[in-house]
């Protein structure tokens, strides 16, 4: 399939806007690292910004978790590791939701 074709202004206002979502969701693994953020709430947004997110990036993000424990995790709950938040299912959300209660 062949990209549209945009005119200057269009491709600007694009490059604009996915500059912007990534600034977002930079901020929103920061929080989540830094534990400002429970991981209940980052997964109660649908929105595309959290919902693109891969779930690997996401468990990478949380405090005291590496990327080698974030592979065992994938493992151990039975999640791809290319599968973004927006495609977990119900069981599988309710797994990882399990793992990491929420403080408060």
Do not use: C, H, W, Y
């Not at 694009?14 to 991981?39: F, H, I, N, S, Y």
């Not at 599968?83 to 977990?88: D, E, M, P």
Request: aromatic share 0%.
């Amino acid at each position: 399939m062949a990209l549209p074709k945009l005119s200057p202004a269009q491709r600007a206002e694009a490059l604009q806007k996915a500059a912007a979502v990534r600034k977002e969701r930079g901020d929103l693994m920061a929080a989540l690292k830094a534990g400002t953020l429970p991981l209940t709430d980052l997964l109660a947004r649908e929105d595309n910004v959290v919902g693109k997110v891969r779930v690997r990036r996401v468990l990478e993000s949380l405090p005291g978790i590496g990327s080698v424990r974030a592979g065992q995790l994938l493992s151990d709950l039975g999640i791809s590791e290319s599968r973004r938040v927006q495609g977990l299912g119900a069981n599988q959300r309710a797994r990882l939701l399990a793992l990491f209660p929420s403080k408060g």
